[in-house]
Structure formats: C-alpha cells, structure tokens
C-alpha cells in the first residue's frame, strides 16, 4: 500500500464542525497555515446545536461575522434547569439567546475560513497520530482509502465527544456517563402544541415549531437509561406517546438522535503538540446551547496562541494558558449543566427542588450568577500581571475580563498608531472596540489625557509591533454600560477580545506585553533566512523535504532580550555582539576609542536583520561606568521603552605585555580598572535594570591556569574577574541570574602578531587541537551561557582555550 505523503502544515484541526471551522479561521487571521480534516464527506444537514449566547455573538461579531446573521432577535429568555429567566446582563448590548441552525453557523465559520486560505480535506478519517519532539504527523484514510500523512507543528482534535484525536493522544476523559436519556429530533408533517419543558407525570416533552414548518421535538421519560443502539423514529414516537399520550407516527423524521446527562472533561487540553477542543474536550448534555458556545470560545481562546507560536511570536507557555483557562470554564460551565440536567430530568423526587430553585432565580444576585455562566460573560481569566502603579497594588477590575462593545472617539495626534507630528489631542472619529480586534491582532488602547503619558505608552508598546496595534482614544463617556476603564490610561486587550492589562504604569503594560507577545521577531527572521545552515531544527520544518511549511519565522533563543557587551567594538566583544544579535537579542555594542569600529558592527547586525547600537565610555576612568550605563539606558528606553537589561557580557580588557620587574604601579592600577574593578561596577549598575533570570558571563583567561611571567599583573586582574562569578552566583540565585567566567586561549585579534605566520605556529601549538582561538570560539561559548539552556550553571569556569590548559 502507497503512503500518500499529504505535505505539511502548520497546524492540522480534525474535524470541521463550528469549533474547528472557527478554529481554522481563527488561525489563519494569526498567519498559521492550516489543514482542516474532517470525516464526513459533506457537511452536515442535522442542526442539533442552535443557540447561540452573548459572549459569543459578542465574539462574532469582533470578527465582522455577526451581521451575516442577521440582526439578533430579542429573546432574553432562557432557563435554568428547564425554569425560565433572562439571560441579559448589563454591559452587553445582546439578548439573552438567539437561535441559529447550527448548519447556518457552520456555512458561515465555513465560508470565512476558506476566504481566509484555511484548507477544508474532506472525507479524511484519522487513524494514526505521532508525536515526536519537533513535530506531529497525523495518518488518515482519504475518500479512496488511501492512507495520508500530514506533518504538522501542532494538531487539534475538534471532532467531538467520541474525539479519536483524544483517544490517540491518551489524553484520559475522566467524569461520568450518561444515566438518563433525552431523544430528540426534527419532524416534518405534525402539529402538535408548542411545550416549553413541560413536566408531566411520566416524564418531560418539549415541541417548537420552527417558520418553515418543522418541529423540533425532545422527551424523556423519567427514569430512563440511555440505550445502546442509535435511536430511531419508532422510539421517539413510543416515549412521545408514553410521556404525552399524543401519536407522532404519521410525521417524517430529518434525523433522530438522543442525548443524555454525560460529564466528563478532558484532563489535559494539551499534550504535547496535540490539543483539544469543544466537545473533543469536554462531554456534556446539550442543555442550552451551551456546548457549542463553549466550543467556539475554547477555538478563539485557542486560535490567536497557536498561531502566535507557530509563527514566533508568542512564548510556547501559551498554549499551557489555553488549558489554564479554558479548563477552569469548562469546569464552570459542567458543573452548572449536571446542576440543570439533575433539576431536568429528574422525576417526581425533584420537584422540591425546583420549588426551591424556582423561589431563588428572582434574586438578582442569584440571577446574574447564573446569567453570567450561561452567557459566557462572567469569565474572568488569571495569572495576569497586576499593575505596580496601581494605589493598593493588585490587578484593575477589568484585567482577565471581555472588554465590553464601547463606541470610542479616536484621538489623531503623536501617539495616535504611535505615528508622529499631527495636532495633538484632537478628536477626529469614532470606532466600536469590536471593530479593532477584526483582525485577531492583540490593541493596546491608550485612553491617557496627558500626552507625555501617551507618548510613553504606546512607545511601550512599540518592540511588540507584530502582534500588538495601539490606538489612542478619548475615555469613552456615557452611560453605566460604557463607563470608561477607571483609573486605567490604557487597556492592553488580546486578540480573543479579553483584557490582558489595564492600568497606568509603563513597567505594568511591559510586563504584560512580555507575557502574552514576544518582541518583533521580523528583524530576526530576515536574518535566519539569509543562514540556512545556521537554522536550527524548527517544528515549522517539513522533516521529510526540509523545506518551510508555510510562511516561516525562526525564533532565536534570545528574542526578546536586551544584551550588554563591553569591548564589542573588536575582537571577540564583536563576534559575541553579532552572535547574539543572530539569536533575537538587541544588542548594546560598548567601546572606547573605535566609534568607526562600533559603528560598523552595529551596521552588520542589521543588515543580517537584527537589532543592535553603540554606546561609548571609557572604562577605568573617572565615571566611565557612569557613562557607560546613561548611554545605554537612554538607548534601551528608546528602542524598547524600557531600560531592562537581560543579559551583561563583561569583555572588555587590556594585556599588560611588560614583565613584572618593568610594571609600573601606574600600569598595574590602570590593568585592574579596566579589568577587574570596571566589572565589578558594571555588575552593580546592571543588577539595578536586570530582571530576575539575567545572565552575566565575564572573560576571564587561560592565563589564570597557565604560567606566563609577562602578565603576572594581568593574570592577576583576570584572577579577580573569577571571583565575580564565584561569589556574586551565590548573591543572584534567588533571583534565577546566572554568572559564570568564560577563560579563552589565545584567541585571533587585530593584535599584528597574529600576521606572522611563525609566531601563529608556535602559538597554535599551544592548544591540542593546534590552531589559535577564533572570536566566534568564545561567542559560541558565551551565547550557550545566557541563554536558557544554561540555566542550571552559574558560579562555575569554563575554559575555552582549545585545550591548552590540558597541558
Ligand atoms: P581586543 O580585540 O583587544 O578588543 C578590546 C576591546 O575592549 C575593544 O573593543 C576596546 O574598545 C575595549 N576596551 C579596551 N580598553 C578599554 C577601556 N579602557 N574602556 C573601554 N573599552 C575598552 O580584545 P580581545 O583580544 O578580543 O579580548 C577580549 C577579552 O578577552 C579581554 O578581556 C581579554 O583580556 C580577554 N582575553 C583575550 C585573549 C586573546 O588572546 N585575545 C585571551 C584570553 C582572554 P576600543 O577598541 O573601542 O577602544
């Protein structure tokens, strides 16, 4: 048999029902490619999901879809458990519930999804699914029959209760089966009352005629257990007939189905490369229209991380905080159906319950509990970060919240889109928050008056241009419903639509936007295309042609960071600055005396893509560091609008070359200036500006192990530098900043003996491997130590001398 290579994607969703429909959008408008697998041939006739709920005609319509559907109806009314009440909340301008065919929805999500290049395979049934550390590759039989193998970065099972994607990830579906069964069906040809949950002694009968004649009809007689075959007409028309005493045998059946009060949740919403969503991750009784509304929030909670990290750029904990969140709604929302499903189709032992329950619901608070659950507009996601501006600390009431619909009055001016010149603080349009998140891009709104305050936050925002628009608006004004954010001058708002931060610090919104977006990653990109070879293995790589599935973006290891490296004008400074930059970092490229030199490197960062500047000061004089650290703050805040310095490569140095008996105290005091008390300073200043998991690296030498009485005097400063590392590891640990001594052999400089090709000779002798040192030796050594996968070595040596140490 031919295994029918499929090609490889981004992320391949099984199933092409509303979830993954919205799902397959959802990641397209963040730039994912994707393959959509489904097993039915053509869509489905049968409309069994037709509710929709607030949240989500909210959500829809932040996509420019709602109107498509036409205009909501007012139909506040829902229920709890088959007892009336409204569904309205304050702050949402839709009614409580609207009924739309669930093919309606789905021929909607479907048409969208296919605009936006998602890629529908119909007729595909999965069969096999493997998941290796940089990729997944999924089998399926196509309409032939013919195996298929898709590679893909990530795949997301949406194929329903009965998940095959589930069973063959082994993710385990703890809960309960179903004990009572609900049949139902849509009939043509009857004409029966309507029943609104109508208990009657043997059980409960709803019936609804729809405009164009057909009924939908469910029942359950109390006490039944739910059967093993698939139900037909003929049951439908037996318990209608036991419940009510009424015969539907002369109607015609669209589809029958049953349906009971099953509860069960995924454990894990992601395993790996594989993740789980709507009822492939939570089973439970339709009640409502729950289910689908669950769903599709889960696709659009999911849609804008998953293509965030496909595309580098957003960290991999995201797709952990799809799970974080969405489980704990899931849990939420199952724990309120089996409430209902108990109240529903339990039998006579129930009805004191309901009385209860019925006396309840008027409440207002117990109403709005309630409401807000089956509305899907009480979620409230945590582990945001809390704004440090804020008077009595913690997060602002809206963080982790739906931004409400509000009408906004745009401002033009220096901040407006962060472009400059303009007439600042006028007033020129109005936009509807929806409307800004149509592209599923993440908006930092800036509603300050005060203008430096805007300027200041939407420079913020600036490194974080690839995910994150800004647009500064007037605070909204007007009634109780569209209150402007209290005591926020800005609103970071994700691209599901949920408020990431609200506040009016800078150091606040950084945070934030370092949680939830990586910094630009264009730069960088550029530059992992122009180096093919120096790529390293990405799960956005098709294994078996090597070519890029789709539109590419390689993250470095250091994106997002901000580096420090002295001496970087020449020599190995330089080969490290350019290293680093090659991994994400933005670069500060420190000298003393060669601006040409420093500027020369900064021009060879960017044009191999990334970020880097020179800042000048002369080490070992009077305010040296002091200049060093005004230079490179100014710069920071500049670029990124912060002065957060991840990662300090003390370089800088000078030989001595005089033998001992020749060295002046002069010389001897200007050696260890430079060397070993400049570091000393330049660490103390950094710890200021650095966070928590910082990295410090020093160079030290060879010459610490290795006897060469012309540099006594420098060997000794490098001897000091070692003890940086040693004892400063101990004072950093707690706050996860690793410091380590980096000892390079003799290594090629612009010192001229190194043109003599005599004296190259006898100094390649000096290491076992009989070659000299090159820069990029010891920048290879020093971008392994910063970076993460060094994390677990701090205070330690590491000889980079070519094993001229080995004696
Ligand atoms: P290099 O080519 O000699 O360049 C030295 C760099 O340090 C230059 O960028 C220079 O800036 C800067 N610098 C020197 N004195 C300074 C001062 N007073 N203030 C500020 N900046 C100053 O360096 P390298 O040979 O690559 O050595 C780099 C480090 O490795 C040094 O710490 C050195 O001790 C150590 N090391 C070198 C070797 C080797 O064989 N090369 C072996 C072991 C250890 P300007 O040019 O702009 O003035």
New binding site residues.
Partial sequence: MTVNVAGATDVVVVGAGPVGLMLAGELRLGGADVVVLERLAAPTTESRASTLHARTMEILDQRGLLADLGTPPDEPMGHFGGLPMDLRLPGCPYPGQWKVPQTRTEELLGAWAARLGAEVRRGHRVTALEQHPDRAVVQAAGPGGDPVRITAAYVVGCDGEDSTVRRLAGVSFPGSDARRELIRADVDGIDIRGRRFERLPRGLAIAARRPDGVTRVMVHAFGRAPRAAEASFADLVDAWRHVTGEDLSAGTPLWVNAFGDVSRQAEHYRQGRVLLAGDAAHAQMPIGGQALNLGLQDAVNLGWKLAAVVGGRGPERLLDSYHEERHAVGRQVLSGIRAQARLLLGGPEVTGLREVFGELLPYEAVRSRLAGTISGLDIRYGGTPTDAGRPGGGPHPLTGRRLPPLLLRLRSGPAAYGAEGGDPGTDHSSVRTPDLLRGARGVLLVTADDEDRRRLLTRTAGPFGASVDVVTAAPPAGGPDDSPPDGADAVLIRPDGYVAWAGTSAAGLEAALTTWFTRDTRALSAASKRRPAERHPSPTTDPYTGSHIGRRENMGKLTGKTALV?????????ATAERLAREGALVAV??????D??AEVVERIEKDGGRGFAVQ?????PG?VHDLFLGLEAALKERTGATELNILVN?????GGVAPEDTTPEQFDRIFA??AK?PFFIIQRALAIMPDGGRIVN?????TRFANPDEIA?AMS?GAVEMLALHFAKLLGPRGITINSV?????????PVFDVPEAVTAMAGLSTFNRV?E?ED?ADVVAFLVSDDARWITGSFVDASGGTLLG
């Fill in positions: 002295t001496g970087a004008s020449r020599g190995m400074g330089r420190h000298y003393a005396t060669g601006a030199a420093a000061a002369e080490l070992g004089a040296g370089n800088a140095g000078v030989m430079v060397n400049a160079i030290s030498s060879g010459l420098y490098k000892a390079p052999g003799i290594t090629r400089n612009s010192n040192g820069p010891i």
